[in-house]
């Protein structure tokens, strides 16, 4: 399976509620990433945390990391309709650059107005 | 405006052939890639560049090649050898940096063979 593994797989929520999502990968990173891509579009990056840290805010977008779980959560409050995208995770691992990142298989979010 | 451009949005390609697909930046970035992406997939990295006139192998080179002649482009060939090319292909750079390795990604170019 790949390093980053989104969860759930996909998820509806009515406007104004809040959408959690998680993602579980295997190695030691040295950062993981989120990025968001809207149908036929490119991936736009949303938020970086590094290993040290524990939590970022942008926002509406709250990010959370657990490296003794190598786990990460994207938290989006208030959602809107133009939040209907699909959310991945990446992971850049300790030793390497950019080329070594691994994308997940991403959560595909539906906000209903 | 900074950004990277990917053409054309869509290609169409038949039995055989061999076709290029466009990537050019203007954020001065160093490092380049290519990604393929597969419906219900993650992204697969095909080929990277992380300084003019140096390129590397990714995950899945087979069928594809690439140059970098400029920094400001890294064009990405579909040769006739990769037997399924059908699929949505995003470029994307960055700055090269260790530290801020956040990277740009192009709109994407959507290949389907006829």
């Known amino acids: 399976s790949q390093q980053g593994e989104e969860d759930p797989q996909a998820l509806s929520i009515q406007e104004g509620e809040n959408a959690t999502m998680n993602c579980s990968y295997k190695?030691?990173?040295?950062?993981l990433q989120w990025y968001r891509q809207n149908s036929g579009r490119g991936l736009v990056h949303l938020i970086l945390i590094r290993s040290n840290e524990r939590e970022k805010h942008s926002g509406r977008l709250r990010v959370t990391l657990d490296t003794s779980k190598k786990s990460s959560s994207l938290l989006i409050t208030a959602s809107r309709a133009a939040d209907t995208a699909s959310y991945f995770c990446?992971?850049?691992?300790?030793?390497?650059?950019?080329?070594?990142?691994?994308f997940g298989t991403g959560t595909k979010l539906q906000v209903i107005p | 405006d900074g950004g990277i451009t990917q053409s054309p949005k869509y290609l169409f390609r038949k039995e055989g052939q061999n076709v290029t697909l466009s990537c050019e930046q203007n954020l001065n970035h160093d490092a380049m890639y290519w990604y393929r992406q597969d419906p219900g997939q993650g992204l697969r990295l095909i080929y990277y560049?992380?300084?003019?006139?140096?390129?590397q192998k990714g995950d899945i080179a087979e069928g594809y090649s690439v140059s970098r002649e400029k920094k400001e482009s890294f064009p990405l060939t579909v040769t006739s050898a990769q037997k399924n090319p059908t699929a949505f292909y995003l470029c994307?750079?960055?700055?090269?940096?260790?530290?801020?390795?956040?990277?740009?990604f192009g709109q994407g170019t959507r290949l389907t063979v006829v």
């Open positions: 560049s992380q300084i003019v006139n140096d390129f």
């Open positions: 994307a750079s960055s700055s090269g940096d260790r530290v801020r390795t956040e990277a740009f």
């Open positions: 990446a992971t850049v691992p300790v030793s390497g650059g950019y080329q070594k990142v691994t």
């Open positions: 190695t030691s990173i040295n950062n």
